[in-house]
């Protein structure tokens, strides 16, 4: 799809953000890794233990703070996206810039149709991209749980420093529940543009739909805020070509054109 897009800078910014508060994940994990062994190999450690542990309760703090400045960043990347998705959509000039061959329906007469086929678009790639991201955000995520758990409780120094760091294998835990949420619902929007544009091929006017078809718009707008999901680049390239002949091969297949 996209060769150029104006937003594409705000959402880099708010992967930056998202990977610093990965960062803080492992450095985190690494430090209770730490902490414990020195408590269990020699007890004359036990005051570096605690200190690391303390420590340690920043780094959670971090994380937390990150991941709320790389949700916000996205809130506003995504306000940008909409604004362009309605420029390409009804040819307005509502963004600064607009962008270049990010959808592939130049061709399509600029209208409340063309928005539905650029929504039917967002939605076919959003849901297989996230879908792929599902399984190893949940595997990566329990992993850190566990270990978080078990070194957290074995190696806690006080109730106050165990609970700050409890609270970051719910984080990691809520995390991959909202984003399967988020597929879930990305699913019912696309699974939704399939039965509009199948209703659409057989009429001449799609007056009747527009309706619907603003409803889905605004399905798939209300579940990409809910969500704050950053899809993944590399898996974006990975599916990339594969979902581009898709695309076509459904464009053909309900008549879009």
Known sequence: MAQ??????????????????????WISTGLLIIAYLLKETNISWLYISEFILNINCFFIVAFAILSFISETVFYQASIQRREDFIDNSFETTLAENRSEEYYTNDSI?????????????????TYN???KMTTPLWLKNIGFAVLILTFSIFGYNSAF???????????LLQQAIKHTLFVYRIKRV?????????DLKNLNDSKHKRPEIILNVLDYETTLTYGSILL?????DELNPTLSVKWEE???QYNIE
């Open 4 to 25: 150029y897009n104006p937003y594409k800078g705000s959402f880099e910014q708010s992967k930056s953000f998202s990977s610093y508060a990965e960062i803080t994940l």
């Open 109 to 125: 007469t600029s209208g409340i149709y063309k928005m539905a086929v650029n929504g039917f678009e967002n939605s076919l790639f």
């Open 129 to 131: 991209i996230a879908k």
């Open 161 to 171: 420093t165990l609970l700050i760091q409890l609270t970051l294998p719910i984080l």
């Open 250 to 252: 459904i464009k053909q």
């Open 232 to 236: 993944s680049s590399k898996i974006y």
């Open 190 to 198: 696309y699974e939704n543009n399939r039965r509009l544009f199948n």
